[in-house]
């Protein structure tokens, strides 16, 4: 399993129920990522999708206990343990969590590979997923050139997890 967000230099993510940054490199690099592939998020993650409707071009999945959330176009985890049992049916190199800050911390141990557009600011964010610089098990392993949109340098950073857990 994989994990993609972008952070604020306090590994901020969110803000308001909202991303942070709007930056269209990011956008199509999540696009690029993600595309064909499972994504794995929270209830809130998804009312802030745009028209809160599910990603195109990808297996939606939702994770939430509310039995009288029922979207179209999802498919629906009610528990951890049920999210665990469903992405059993998956190759775990196709899913990715794209948020919220409860989700990437809960299952964080359970990627293999955390892709992160690092941003250099503080965004003044109330969401923030734990950091993995200096995280036991987890190193760098790619790093892009950096870039910049309306004063916003950003990199694209690929982290990997030496010590994969199960869901638990």
């Given at each position: ?66 039995p009288s959330f029922r979207p179209e176009g999802v498919i629906l985890a009610r528990s951890i343990g049920g999210l665990k049992r469903m992405l059993q049916e998956y190759d775990s190199n196709t899913v990715f969590v794209i948020g ?69």
């Amino acid at each position: 399993m994989n994990l993609i967000a972008a952070v604020d230099e306090n590994w901020g993510i969110g803000k308001d129920g909202g991303l942070l940054f709007h930056i269209p490199e990011d956008r199509k690099y999540f696009k690029e990522k993600t595309i064909g592939k499972v994504v794995v998020m929270g209830r809130g993650t998804f009312a802030s999708l745009p028209g809160g409707r599910p990603l195109l071009g990808r297996t939606n999945i939702v994770l939430s206990a509310d039995p009288s959330f029922r979207p179209e176009g999802v498919i629906l985890a009610r528990s951890i343990g049920g999210l665990k049992r469903m992405l059993q049916e998956y190759d775990s190199n196709t899913v990715f969590v794209i948020g919220g800050a409860s989700l990437y911390n809960r299952l964080l141990e359970s990627c293999r590979y955390a892709y992160i557009t690092k941003v250099e600011c503080g965004a003044n964010a109330d969401r923030f997923m734990h950091t993995l610089d200096g995280r036991a098990g987890w190193r760098l392993i790619e790093r892009s050139a950096p870039g910049n949109y309306n004063g916003l340098a950003f990199t694209f950073n690929v982290y990997e997890n030496s010590d994969v857990k199960p869901i638990e």
